[in-house]
């Protein structure tokens, strides 16, 4: 049994605690891609179609969005350890009911219950990043909390289809809903409600408390911290549509796959994720003109996507090396974060990265629902078994609406421009 206690005054406890809530982080991701891997078994099973189980996407997003607003403000009230404790016990619960649920009503209350968990997960991961850790780390902790929580989606795209061709997809909800009991061990073990101003030899830097709604009106009236959140937003959006909800019944038609193959397909984005993360927080630090970071990033999304989608003819190997570069273009979506902590105060950060990521997540609430309404707008009519059969011009239709995304984040990028922490100071 590992001595928790002995560990608090050594080095590496800040990593401990770091890493603690990273699986949180971890676990919420294997959570938010699940309906992807299961799309036609809901279709099934629920009678749905695709404007409902884009609906699924939106009910997780929409409770997620809204605890970006005050997540960071709940941690300095409540305390990390009694909050994260309360988040993953939602996840818990939305883990079990989906097992058992035989409505649609049900599933879309777990997915409510599993948003609000969720959206604490980031807010803590980013928090400790910044807090326990000195400031000159931040960009590599960011780029690797974000590889961190895509492997989580590695996870959830692949391993999963495999557990649930053995035990079915609601024996697995089971199991997921037991795995969190284990995280919750582990954070009520590790986790303290202090941070690097502590006595315990940590790094100075402190987030100084602040209130709620000092910090909200820092973050709205910040311009560069809505451009920022919008354009690492608009970078994420095809992730959302490919890797979470769509991508593996669309590669099933369109590379003639079976669900399985094309559910390990999928998880070939995330891990240009995992490898993009890091790499993108990293040559942020490197290079002078930074705007042109996530600018490559973009114009590199935009190509790989428009060859998956509308030229599916490549070889496996080469849309494997496609897939991956989607992802690993994808990953630029860390550089707008790392650009708000080096740009700002840090007793606002909290507020400011919340505030960032909900602009960047609110189109997991608006943009699943437009594509199932394009997808079913350009439907021929198809039925099979009551559930709607969508052909590969169906989804190249639907998919229209990635370029455009990331032509949108083109046009934000050029504006966000560097500011100084003078510019929201302390005592300001």
Partial sequence: MINFKALRTHRIFPWIVWGSACSFYFYV?????????IADSLEHVFKIDAVALGKLGSYYFLPYIVLQLFSG?????????????????????GCFLFAFSYSYFSIEMSRVLMGVGGGFAMTAALSISATWFAPERF????????????????????LLSVIISVINWRGTMIFLGVIGFVIIYFVWRV????SAESEDGMHALILQRVSLMNGLHRALSNKQVWLCGAAAGLIYFPTIIIGMLWGVPFLVLAYQTTQHVAAALISVIFLGWIVGAPFFGWFFE?????????TIGAVGLLI???????LPIWPRAILVFLLFMFGF??????????????????RYMSALLGFSNLIGTIGGVLVPPIVGFLLTASWGGTLEHGVPIY???????????????IACALFFIPRIQSISAKAISPSG
């Fill in 29 to 37: 991701y294997i959570l938010q891609v699940l309906p992807n891997v």
């Fill in 73 to 93: 403000a709940l941690f300095d009230r409540f305390g990390m350890k009694r909050l994260l404790i309360l988040a993953i016990c939602l996840n818990i619960l």
């Fill in 139 to 158: 960009s590599f902790l960011v780029g690797l909390v974000m590889s961190l929580g895509m492997l989580g989606a590695v996870l959830g795209s692949g």
């Fill in 191 to 194: 986790v303290e409600d202090q």
């Fill in 286 to 294: 490197r290079i002078g003109r930074r705007r042109y970071v996530i």
């Fill in 304 to 310: 790989s996507s428009i060859l998956i989608i509308y």
């Fill in 329 to 346: 273009f994808s990953a630029a979506e860390v550089v707008p974060f790392v650009y708000i902590r080096t740009n700002n105060a840090v």
């Fill in 391 to 405: 052909s590969v011009r169906n989804y190249q239709f639907a998919f229209i609406i990635i370029p455009v995304l």
